[in-house]
């Protein structure tokens, strides 16, 4: 049987060896971001120049309004799943140094508070320039799986939020610590590349249903339809891939190898991912229903 999969030699930056002799700290965690909003713009653009795809055959804003949305989606993303990762995650650390909440460069963001913060900043947008709320998210819903997608591989490319310990053909032997937590230090540990499988379940697939329900068969007629779609489909995504995903150090501990949130008789649980995951699966199923019955 043959060991792990090596871990690909890939730099966390861009450049690693600079530009014409300037250092040019650029990581592909923040390039996956810049380019999944480019990607997501495009396609609002280009739902917006399609009035035949909308309830009663013109678009709800005009496509010169659209900087005004990136700017409040950007804040929105930032901002939500900073916050999100600090009470969801680590609250007593930030309490005891709270200097360190707006260090976003040091790592840490949760993506339940990012889309908490579009949430609100699509809301305050469409309250701000009269656009039908309903609309505006079920295309906002559209363009976020890009960046999902792209996230999710430079997750991969910086060896972090590896999966659990696997012996699979396809498991990666990712390095730091990820190798230090290995059972032995002689051998190379497997590990699930639960990152690849959110990208492929949350960023590929989703997004692949959401643009065909919305290009094909014009489910932007229903208001809140593809908005619901996405918030199950994210949700069930995640649910699925926390049973490859190693749980995060501060839910671990010798008794709880597993990080279990929330444990039942048995040893079965939930982890704190798929706990926050509950209500995004609850709602997209209702707002669906609710969504298809009013039209």
């Known amino acids: 049987m043959t060991g792990p999969i090596p871990f690909p030699d890939i730099s966390p930056f ?42 009663g055959g013109v678009a709800p804003m005009q496509p010169a309004k659209l900087e005004d949305l990136l700017t409040y989606i950007v804040i929105g993303v930032i901002a939500g799943g900073r916050l999100g990762y600090v009470l ?13 909440i707006p260090m976003i460069w040091t790592g840490g963001m949760s993506f339940h508070g990012g889309f908490l913060g579009v949430v609100l900043a699509v809301w305050l947008f469409s309250y701000r320039h009269k656009v039908p709320l309903g609309s ?19 997750n991969f490319v910086n060896a972090e ?8 053909p396809w498991a990666v032997a990712f390095p730091g610590q990820a ?23 949350e960023g ?7 643009m065909v329900l919305a290009f ?25 891939v926390e049973f490859f995903r190693q749980p995060d150090a501060q839910f671990q501990s010798p008794g709880n190898p597993l990080g279990l949130a929330l444990e039942f008789g048995g040893g079965y649980g939930l982890t704190m991912g798929q706990i926050l995951t509950i209500p995004m699966i609850l709602v997209g199923v209702s707002v669906i229903i609710w969504a298809s019955k009013r039209t």
């Open 14 to 55: 861009v450049f690693p060896n600079g530009i014409f002799g300037y250092d040019i700290p650029l990581r592909w965690y923040a390039v996956s971001y810049i380019v999944g909003i480019a990607i997501g713009w495009q396609v609002i653009a280009a739902a917006l120049r399609r009035d035949h795809l909308w309830r």
């Open 88 to 100: 969801f995650y680590n609250p007593s650390r930030f309490i005891a140094n709270p200097l360190e």
């Open 136 to 154: 505006l998210a079920d295309v906002v819903a559209i363009a976020a799986t890009p960046a999902i997608l792209l996230v999710r591989i430079a």
């Open 161 to 168: 939020l590896w999966g659990r310990p696997t012996d699979v």
């Open 179 to 201: 190798a230090q937590a290995c059972a032995t230090a002689t051998e190379l540990c497997g590990r699930h590349p639960s990152q690849l499988y959110e990208a492929g379940l």
């Open 204 to 210: 590929l697939l989703l997004g692949t249903i959401l």
């Open 216 to 240: 094909r068969f014009k489910a932007l007629k229903s208001p809140w339809l593809l908005s619901g779609v996405f918030f199950a489909g994210y949700g069930i995504s995640r649910f699925i």
